[in-house]
């Protein structure tokens, strides 16, 4: 035990204290210890790249949490009806789990290239005037991030919903379907709802792991063009270790922790009063 | 008119009937389309990597391989055999090999640790030691970063696999603590106690009472860290480069050098190999890997 708190007090806590408090500094390459105040935070909310980054993760959060949440419904839902071959169906919709972002990004990255990717595809198919350039477009590029997030965590919310509905007991939709309730009510008025817990969970891990998305825009973008894809992870580590701001960054960081532990500090209480409560 | 009623009736079950069996083709059909949106990625990447690169120019994405040639895959694998410049996986495979083993070890050991005690040795506010590691699953490690790469270097071990291994133990025993008390919440403690009045000690409760039955909640761990390690591109990229880089640090740097010719074979070639190790064990061990998922999520 003592271990396991001590590490964690020290490479966790102790750490992220360290770095709240370089982010109160004028650090550049090596950190400086005398108190700067809020400086840095004055020059990381002026910063052009700072508020692309946040705009981008807004964007990107709300679209990958809506088709996540949505393409993760609807598979479980249909999972749920006693569907043949449902092994090698959840196999297949969860598999993007198992492989690393670079994996996939790599993936993604030649499947949307538009010299031989899909763009050729379709004009060899006989649509000559077809484009599809969003991986090379500063306007669209942060959409094909969507795509290649959306594709890699959706299986996960289905997962996740589909036990969630193997845990109601049957009876309540034998008794609903006897009250003349069809399929579609027993799902939209009753199972759905039972799956508030769910619905939380799923917005969470999702919130967080778009909040911490770095790896995927790494191997699919760099945050480019330009810097029309940047993030605040990546934001982070460039500021640190390419342009040596090593007090800048750490603002960064904190923000990026604070949003986290919004999202996540809440949640760890109520799933700890839900505990108690048993 | 009992036939009547009786014919109606038939009528609206046959009419159901036919719905039915509408709504399950539909049903199929969505989950199939679906279907082959996940394996679309993985088949492109499959089939590139088994082309030329005139084959490549020629056909599109979809486009079967004239046969199965694995030259793009021994160049990924064990470069060109030129001098400077020649980049291949082989010795970074072997990297993250010599760092997940170790790292999965340790941070599995000092999990089944701190589960045991923080449900069989309870104390005052064991809730809130557990919230304490519990929050540690979730930290964005950017506000780790900086401090990390500073304790590298003062201990000397900064680009190297050893403190690849380190980082990789530490930020994993909140998950491995995670579900390894929520594995010994479910068992009994009357046997601990039974023990504990025999004399028994804190490590001999542990391997003999404990350890015999935690097969399930090992291997979750096990599958769970050995995929999250293996994957991670953060740490790696951050603490080590060149050649005490993981697999997925050189996979990253091997697609972005377009030194001359962008090679679509090679670079599909090298994802597939360096994704391979994770996806078999997937493979093998879906359901453990789902439970690992899953109760990563959902405490308690």
Same mark, same amino acid.
């Given at each position: 035990?003592?271990?396991?708190?001590?590490?964690? $007090?020290? /490479?966790?806590?102790?750490?992220?204290?360290?770095?709240?408090y370089?982010s109160?500094?004028?650090?550049?390459?090596?950190?400086?210890?005398?108190?700067w105040?809020?400086?840095?935070?004055?020059?990381?909310?002026?910063?052009?790249?700072?508020?692309?980054?946040?705009d981008n993760?807004?964007?990107f959060?709300?679209?990958?949490?809506?088709?996540?949440? +949505?393409? $993760?419904?609807?598979?479980?839902?249909?999972?749920?009806?006693?569907?043949?071959?449902?092994?090698?169906?959840?196999?297949?919709?969860?598999?993007?789990?198992a492989l690393? /972002?670079?994996?996939?990004?790599?993936?993604?990255?030649?499947?949307?290239n538009?010299?031989?990717?899909?763009?050729?595809?379709?004009?060899?198919?006989?649509?000559?005037?077809?484009? /599809?350039?969003?991986?090379?477009?500063?306007?669209?590029?942060?959409?094909?991030?969507?795509?290649?997030?959306?594709w890699?965590?959706a299986?996960?919310?289905?997962?996740?919903?589909?036990?969630?509905?193997?845990?109601?007991?049957?009876?309540?939709v034998k008794?609903?379907?006897?009250?003349?309730?069809n399929l579609?009510?027993?799902?939209?008025k009753?199972?759905?709802?039972?799956?508030?817990?769910? /619905?939380?969970?799923?917005?969470?891990?999702? +919130?967080?792991?778009?909040?911490?998305?770095?790896?995927?825009?790494?191997?699919?973008?760099?945050?480019?063009? $330009?810097?029309?894809?940047?993030?605040?992870?990546?934001?982070?580590?460039?500021?640190?270790?390419?342009?040596?701001?090593? $007090?800048?960054?750490?603002?960064?960081?904190?923000?990026?922790?604070?949003?986290v532990?919004?999202v996540?500090?809440?949640?760890?209480?109520?799933?700890?009063?839900?505990?108690?409560?048993? | 008119?009992?036939?009547?009623?009786?014919?109606s009736?038939?009528?609206?079950?046959?009419?159901?009937?036919y719905?039915n069996?509408?709504?399950r083709?539909?049903?199929?059909?969505?989950?199939?389309?679906?279907?082959?949106?996940?394996?679309?990625?993985?088949?492109?990447m499959v089939?590139?990597?088994?082309?030329?690169?005139?084959?490549?120019?020629?056909?599109?994405?979809?486009t079967?391989?004239?046969?199965?040639?694995?030259?793009?895959?021994?160049?990924?694998?064990? *470069?060109?055999?030129? *001098?400077?410049?020649?980049?291949?996986? #082989?010795?970074?495979?072997?990297?993250?090999? #010599?760092?997940?083993?170790?790292?999965?070890?340790?941070?599995?050991?000092?999990?089944?640790?701190a589960?045991y005690?923080?449900?069989?040795?309870?104390? #005052? *506010?064991?809730?809130?030691v557990?919230l304490?590691?519990?929050?540690?699953?979730?930290i964005?490690?950017?506000?780790?970063?900086?401090?990390m790469?500073?304790?590298?270097?003062?201990?000397?071990?900064?680009?190297?696999?050893?403190g690849?291994?380190?980082?990789?133990?530490?930020?994993?025993?909140?998950?491995?603590?995670?579900?390894?008390?929520?594995?010994?919440?479910?068992?009994?403690?009357?046997?601990? #106690?039974?023990?504990?009045?025999?004399?028994? *000690?804190?490590?001999?409760?542990?391997?003999?009472?404990?350890?015999p039955?935690?097969?399930?909640?090992?291997?979750?761990?096990?599958?769970?860290?050995?995929?999250?390690?293996?994957?991670?591109?953060?740490?790696?990229?951050?603490?080590?480069?060149?050649?005490?880089?993981?697999?997925?640090v050189?996979?990253?740097?091997?697609v972005?050098?377009?030194?001359?010719?962008?090679?679509?074979?090679v670079?599909?070639?090298?994802?597939i190999?360096?994704?391979?190790?994770?996806?078999?064990?997937?493979?093998?061990?879906?359901?453990?890997?789902?439970?690992?998922?899953?109760?990563?999520?959902?405490?308690?």
């Open positions: 035990m003592a271990p396991a708190v001590g590490l964690i $007090g020290w /490479f966790v806590y102790g750490f992220v204290l360290w770095t709240l370089i109160f500094t004028n650090s550049k390459i090596l950190p400086k210890y005398e108190l105040g809020v400086g840095q935070y004055v020059k990381l909310w002026g910063s052009r790249k700072w508020l692309i980054a946040v993760l807004l964007i959060t709300a679209l990958f949490l809506i088709f996540c949440v +949505v393409i $993760g419904i609807i598979l479980a839902i249909f999972l749920d009806q006693k569907i043949r071959a449902e092994g090698v169906l959840r196999t297949i919709y969860l598999y993007p789990m690393s /972002f670079i994996v996939t990004g790599t993936a993604w990255k030649w499947i949307l538009p010299t031989l990717g899909i763009q050729k595809m379709f004009i060899d198919w006989g649509f000559e005037n077809f484009t /599809f350039d969003w991986l090379v477009n500063r306007e669209m590029a942060i959409y094909t991030i969507v795509i290649a997030g959306v890699q965590s299986g996960f919310v289905m997962a996740l919903f589909l036990a969630g509905l193997r845990s109601v007991e049957d009876e309540i008794a609903a379907k006897i009250d003349g309730a579609f009510t027993v799902y939209w009753i199972l759905l709802p039972m799956m508030r817990p769910v /619905f939380f969970t799923s917005f969470v891990i999702l +919130v967080h792991i778009s909040i911490k998305s770095y790896d995927l825009i790494v191997a699919l973008t760099q945050g480019g063009p $330009g810097i029309s894809t940047t993030m605040p992870a990546l934001y982070m580590t460039q500021t640190a270790f390419h342009k040596s701001q090593v $007090g800048l960054s750490a603002a960064s960081a904190m923000m990026m922790f604070m949003a532990a919004a996540i500090i809440p949640y760890l209480y109520s799933e700890l009063r839900r505990e108690n409560a048993r | 008119m009992q036939d009547k009623t009786h014919s009736y038939k009528q609206l079950e046959q009419k159901s009937k719905t069996m509408f709504l083709w539909f049903l199929y059909f969505v989950l199939v389309i679906f279907a082959l949106y996940f394996i679309f990625p993985l088949y492109v089939v590139t990597s088994l082309k030329t690169m005139e084959e490549i120019r020629q056909g599109t994405l979809l079967w391989p004239s046969g199965l040639n694995f030259d793009s895959w021994l160049v990924a694998w064990g *470069g060109r055999g030129y *001098g400077a410049g020649d980049t291949f996986l #082989k010795p970074y495979f072997w990297n993250s090999i #010599k760092m997940v083993v170790p790292a999965v070890f340790f941070s599995t050991f000092i999990g089944a640790m589960g005690v923080l449900t069989k040795w309870r104390f #005052k *506010g064991d809730k809130w557990f304490f590691l519990l929050f540690g699953c979730f964005p490690y950017q506000a780790i970063l900086l401090p790469a500073r304790t590298l270097g003062v201990l000397g071990i900064s680009n190297s696999v050893i690849l291994v380190l980082v990789h133990t530490v930020y994993g025993i909140p998950f491995t603590t995670l579900f390894f008390r929520n594995f010994y919440v479910s068992i009994p403690s009357e046997l601990v #106690k039974a023990a504990r009045i025999d004399g028994a *000690g804190f490590f001999k409760i542990f391997f003999k009472i404990l350890l039955v935690s097969t399930p909640i090992i291997v979750v761990t096990i599958i769970w860290q050995f995929t999250q390690i293996w994957n991670d591109f953060l740490f790696g990229s951050t603490f080590s480069f060149g050649e005490a880089a993981p697999i997925q050189a996979l990253n740097n091997m972005l050098s377009s030194t001359s010719v962008k090679e679509y074979n670079d599909m070639a090298s994802a190999i360096a994704g391979i190790p994770t996806l078999i064990v997937y493979v093998l061990a879906g359901k453990y890997f789902i439970r690992g998922l899953t109760s990563g999520a959902v405490k308690g």
